[in-house]
């Protein structure tokens, strides 16, 4: 499992963020974009980015959208739309930006199989709920080159612990 304690996933790639605390570092709670305010966005991406100095685009909603989607409506949703929407991005700033997206409930929503190390949003409440394949849709078969966001002033944190703040891949494809 990768980690991530530098704060290059604020200047460059894909991150899904969890921490209020860490949000406000990067960019002004009111500098955060909607879901569809994003894709709005797609048809002419701004020259200057709200976050990060100009180096990041947080956008909020993608929990809300998940429960509101039938499990395959969201699936094909991730797999299609958002995906599309972020390449687009991604190719506009020639991946010299961050697109960040904010789940509040990242934290209890978003877990992993230890065993393949594969990433899901818990759709269901309780340990044998349904589970979107999260990973495979947003990266795409390349969770081998997500980390985990650590943020702490300790040492070695625990990657499962308070320092876990969110998840960083560095270019989708």
Known sequence: MKVQSQRGWTRRGF????????????????AVVSMRGF????????????????????????????????????????E?????????FQEHYE???????????????IGMDLADEEYF??????RDGARLPLGRCLWGG??????RILVSDE???DFDGDAYVGLHHPRIS
């Open 142 to 147: 390349a969770e081998a080159d997500v980390a």
């Open 95 to 109: 991946g010299q930006a961050a697109l960040i997206l904010w789940l509040a409930s990242g934290r209890t929503r």
């Open 15 to 30: 991150s899904l963020l969890w921490e209020p605390r860490v949000l406000t570092g990067v960019t002004a709670p009111t």
């Open 155 to 157: 040492r070695a944190p």
């Open 80 to 88: 299609t739309d958002l995906k599309s929407a972020v390449l687009s």
């Open 39 to 78: 894709f709005a966005l797609r048809k002419a991406w701004p020259d200057d980015l709200p976050g990060s100095e100009g180096n990041a685009l947080v956008v909020a909603g993608l929990d809300g959208c998940l429960d509101s989607l039938s499990e395959q409506d969201a699936v094909t949703w991730l």
């Open 121 to 126: 949003w818990k759709i269901g409440a309780g």
